[in-house]
């Protein structure tokens, strides 16, 4: 079965340091991967995509990710992290082939940024 | 603004009593979906639209039931709510499948009691 995890349901981290959310990737294919973040009662935004080409990618507010084809993952990264990025974090897939445009999911990981 | 619009936000209702949360989008996009979000479990899709007049199951499609008749509505329709249809649900939509990434809408938070 195609799936996403995300093996951490919570990061914390101070702010001005670097930050990282995992993402992990079980899908036939070479998938597009892309990360959402979602704020308390707001719908879900996007913040980058990976298509192909070169395996680090930069998205909006400052974040990027990395592409691993070889360990199946695309970890999100912050050089230094704000308070304000504090919010839930989706990691998402979509199968080159799929004919449902489906995106799959992870779980989610809640990234709580301290002052 | 270009944007994906939910309706209502929040209703609680009672079992069995027929509701329709509406969506719409304003950028003329051809695909739309609807998913729900349920703690520990992501957001997982229910029912989608490649474009008017053409939609299809997604993973959960059980107890809903979606209609394309305009290109920027995709209503959901739960003909008889059950309890285990208490969710967050969201409204997206995007340029078409493959690469774009999708525009969801605020969400409207379900109770059905």
């Known amino acids: 079965a195609q799936s996403v995890a995300q093996p951490e349901d919570q990061v914390n981290v101070a702010e001005g340091n670097p930050l990282t959310v995992k993402c992990t990737y079980s899908?036939?294919?070479?998938?597009?991967l892309f990360w959402y973040v979602q704020y308390p009662n707001r719908g879900l935004q996007f913040l980058l995509k990976y298509i192909t080409g070169d395996n680090l990618v930069k998205g909006s507010y400052g974040f990027e990710a990395e592409f691993n084809k070889s360990q199946t993952s695309f970890h999100l990264k912050k050089p230094s992290a704000l308070v304000s990025d504090s919010a839930l974090y989706f990691c998402?897939?979509?199968?080159?082939?799929?004919?449902?445009?489906?995106?799959?999911f992870g779980q989610g990981t809640e990234l709580s940024v301290k002052p | 603004e270009a944007q994906v619009t939910q309706n209502p936000r929040y209703l609680i209702t009672v079992t069995g009593k027929k509701l329709t949360v509406t969506c719409s989008q304003n950028m003329n996009h051809e695909y739309m979906s609807w998913y729900r979000q349920d703690p520990g479990l992501g957001l997982r899709q229910i029912y989608y639209s490649m474009n008017v007049e053409v939609t299809d199951k997604g993973d959960v499609p059980e107890g809903y039931k979606v209609s394309r008749k305009e290109k920027r509505n995709f209503p959901l329709i739960l003909e008889s709510p059950s309890p285990n249809q208490t969710s967050l649900y969201f409204c997206?939509?995007?340029?078409?499948?493959?690469?774009?990434?999708?525009?969801f809408g605020p969400g409207t938070r379900l109770t059905v009691l």
């Open positions: 997206a939509s995007s340029l078409g499948i493959g690469y774009n990434e999708q525009f």
């Open positions: 899908v036939s294919g070479n998938p597009y």
């Open positions: 998402a897939v979509r199968p080159l082939y799929n004919q449902g445009g489906k995106l799959i």
